[in-house]
């Protein structure tokens, strides 16, 4: 569970996750998130601007993201992990009039399907043995007008996918469970 989802008892000054009754029925039903989502793709960027290189598992550190990627951030960075939804590969791929678009393109760390990732908003997550927070959203970059030609970077608005920071190291591997 996220910080900010967190209240301080006044009595105890400790945090204290709001009760059920306390939240708006929309509130509620933001916290129901019963599905599993699936790694399926994961990959790193060595270099700046250089080609994704494919792996089967891939070990994240807090402030480093994943071991081999050019990430260089801190502690605090939102885009430690970058996801994106497996489905929306299609989704992309159908609004350039292409069946899909392969992971590598859009730069992301990893693919995963079965789980809405916006869903993870002000959440925690796991995958595999890294616990993740939600960061933000990922929107495109310019690049993807040059990576996928004319109307690239309109497709993949709101198709993006996430950023996360990790709060927990681990290792994640291809058909590691993705939930809450």
Not at 106 to 130: M, Y
């Amino acid at each position: 569970m996220a910080l900010s989802e967190h209240y301080y008892d006044p009595l105890f000054t400790r945090p204290c996750k709001p009760r059920m009754a306390d939240l708006t029925p929309l509130d509620e039903l933001l916290t129901i998130l019963p599905q599993v989502g699936c790694v399926e793709w994961i990959g790193v960027r060595p270099t700046r601007g250089g080609p994704m290189e494919e792996l089967e598992r891939v070990r994240v550190e807090p402030g480093t993201g994943l071991e081999g990627d050019r990430f260089n951030g801190g502690v605090r960075s939102k885009r430690q992990v970058t996801l994106i939804q497996k489905e929306h590969l299609d989704a992309i791929g159908s609004l350039l009039h292409r069946e899909s678009v392969a992971p590598e393109i859009l730069r992301r760390n990893i693919v995963v399907s079965g789980i809405n990732l916006l869903a993870l908003k002000d959440k925690t997550f796991r995958i595999g043995e890294a616990l993740l927070e939600y960061s933000g959203p990922c929107h495109p970059c310019s690049k993807m007008e040059r990576a996928l030609g004319p109307g690239g970077y309109n497709a993949m608005r709101g198709h993006g996918g996430i950023t996360a920071r990790v709060l927990e190291p681990g290792e994640i591997r291809l058909g590691d469970k993705v939930g809450t």
